[in-house]
């Protein structure tokens, strides 16, 4: 089972740029999807953006479509969240995830049949 790192959270004022990281390790990488949620205070934790295990597919959070990019090196067992265009309702901790799936598409974003998390990283975005 893969152990997950996230980095790269902090504080930018709105209209800026975050890139965040997840390392992964412990596991066959190329093996899972993966998700990144987000969970703000008094908030559910939800998923933003999601991608297949080659990368082929991606899945994003209509509020974050068109800013967010998810991509991922499997050679080197990292998964990438690359936030543009911030906003204030964006400031939350920032979550990569894996799931073991069998098939190169995107299987889920619910936040349950995701097996594996991350520590997590604040975003906080100023307005």
């Known amino acids: 089972q893969v152990h997950l790192v996230e980095s790269g959270g902090g504080l930018v004022q709105a209209g800026g740029s975050l890139r965040l990281s997840c390392a992964a390790s412990?596991?066959?990488?190329?093996?899972?999807?993966m998700g990144w949620f987000r969970q703000a205070p008094g908030n559910e934790r939800e998923c933003v953006a999601a991608?297949?295990?080659?990368?082929?597919?991606?899945y994003y959070a209509d509020s974050v479509k068109g800013r967010f990019t998810v991509s991922r090196v499997n050679a080197k067992n990292t998964v990438s969240l690359q936030m543009n265009s911030l906003k204030p309702e964006d400031t939350a901790v920032y979550y990569c995830?894996?799931?073991?799936?069998?098939?190169?598409?995107?299987?889920?974003?619910?936040?349950?049949?995701?097996?594996?998390w991350g520590q997590g990283t604040q975003v906080t975005v100023s307005s």
């Open positions: 991608i297949s295990r080659s990368g082929i597919r991606t």
């Open positions: 412990g596991g066959t990488f190329s093996r899972y999807g």
């Open positions: 995830a894996a799931r073991r799936d069998i098939a190169d598409v995107i299987m889920t974003t619910r936040q349950a049949d995701f097996g594996t």
